[in-house]
């Protein structure tokens, strides 16, 4: 299993938090970039909310979440979080996540390693 593994989705109210995992295999480097797509439903766009290089290296915020969500690995556990606080409802979407060797851009199609996702619902 070298695709990654998404988990921590859920219901929420407007203006909560959820915390969301991305389990990557031990076979992969875990120095990949690692970045994490959304699809809200009814769409076909699968969009880049944010990224994370190696330790130390840059941090990518899509405008619609900087300042809400936060990006973080834990790399003895060979995994990636993304923590998402002052949900809205336009965050509800499926949650992905994807990896590779470096960067690809902002185009879910361009990284090798993909995940089938996780679902968060944000409604009152």
């Known amino acids: 299993q070298v695709q990654p593994v998404e988990s921590g989705g859920g219901s929420v109210q407007p203006g909560g938090s959820l915390r969301l995992s991305c389990k990557t295999s031990?076979?992969?480097?875990?120095?990949?970039?690692m970045a994490w797509f959304r699809q809200a439903p009814g769409t076909e766009r699968r969009e880049m909310v944010a990224?994370?290089?190696?330790?130390?290296?840059?941090?990518y915020y899509d405008a619609s979440v900087a300042g809400r969500f936060t990006v973080s690995r834990d790399y003895d556990k060979y995994t990636g979080y993304l923590q998402m606080n002052s949900l809205k409802a336009e965050d509800t979407a499926t949650y992905y996540c994807?990896?590779?060797?470096?960067?690809?851009?902002?185009?879910?199609?361009?990284?090798?390693?993909r995940g089938q996702g996780t679902q968060v619902i944000v409604s009152s």
């Open positions: 990224g994370i290089s190696r330790a130390g290296g840059p941090i």
């Open positions: 994807a990896t590779d060797e470096y960067y690809r851009g902002i185009k879910w199609g361009e990284y090798r390693y």
């Open positions: 031990t076979d992969i480097n875990i120095s990949y970039y």
